[in-house]
C-alpha cells in the first residue's frame, strides 16, 4: 500500500468511528440517523445527476433490492441508536461493526452466494467470534451464560443481523447496476449509496414520525451541524475507500486497514466519553482485529 491509498484510507477509518462518535454523543436516536441520511443523500446528489444513468434502463429487480436493502437499514439504525443509547460504544460499536463479518461468512457458505472462503479465512473467524465472545466481560469472572443475556447484546444482534442484511442486498443490488452504463466504478458507487440514503430516510421517518421522544428529538437537533456533519462522513469515507483502491495491488489490503476504526471507536469511547475499560475488553479488541485482517488477508 503506497502513501496515498494509506492517507486516504486512514481519513475514512477516522470518519467512519467520528461519525458514530457524533451518533453516541450528540443523540442516540431514529432522528439524528434520519437526518444524516438526508445530509448523505445530499452530498451524493450532484454525482446522482451527472453520473448518465438511464433510469428507464434499470431493472424491476433492483427497486426490489433496494427496498429490502432500506428495511435492513431501518433495523441496522434504530438498533444502533438504541445500543449507544444503552451501552457503551465502546462495546457496541466494535461488535456491531465485527460481527457482520461473521454473520456474512455463514449466510453467503450456507446459500452458496459468492466464492467459497479458505481454510485461513475461517480461521480468522474463529478469533473473530472469540473477540467478540471476550469484548462484553468487565472481568474474567464474568465469563458465564447469562452475560450474554443483556439488552445490549440483544441490540448488537439486531444491529448486526441489519448490517448483514443490507450488505448482502447492497452487493446484489452493484452486481446489477454493473451490467449499466456508469462513467465510472465510482460513480456506480455514488449513484448507489445515494438513492439508499434516500430510501433510509423514508424508512426512518416512521419511526421518528411514531414516536414522540423522537419527534422532540427531531426537532432539538435538527438545527445541530452534528446529524449533518455525520451524514457527510458517512458518505464520503465509503468515496475514500473507492479512490484508494486505485493505488493498491490486491483490495484486501484495503478491507484489513479498514478495521483499524474498531480500536479507534473503543479509544474515543474510553478516553472521550471515559467509559469502563478492562483487560477482556482490551484482548477480546485484539482479538477482534487480528481476526478480521486474517481473514482479509489469508
Known sequence: MNVTAFFLIFISVFMHAAWNFLGKKESPSSAFFLIAAVAGMLFCLPFIIFCGVAW????????KILIVSMAFNVLYYFSLANGYRNGDISLVYPLGRSLPVLLTAVITGIFNIGK?????AWIG???LFAGC???PLQSWRDL?????????????LLISAGTTGYTIFDSMGMEILKEMSFRSGMFRAVFYMGLADATIAAGLTLPVVCSKRERSE?????FSYSPYIAGVFTAAAYILVLLAMNYVSNVCYIQAFRQMSL??????????LKEPCSMPKIIGMILVVCGLITSTLV
Do not use: D, H, N
Request: hydrophobic share 60%.
Open 133 to 135: 465472545l471476550i469484548l
Open 116 to 120: 467459497e472462503l479458505s481454510w485461513g
Open 218 to 222: 427531531f426537532k432539538r437537533i435538527l
Open 263 to 272: 480500536p479507534l471507536g473503543m479509544l474515543a469511547g474510553i478516553f472521550l
Open 56 to 63: 428507464q434502463l434499470i431493472p424491476p429487480e433492483f427497486w
Open 144 to 156: 458465564k451464560i447469562k452475560t450474554y443475556f443483556s439488552k445490549v447484546l440483544f441490540w448488537v
Open 125 to 127: 473467524m474463529s478469533v
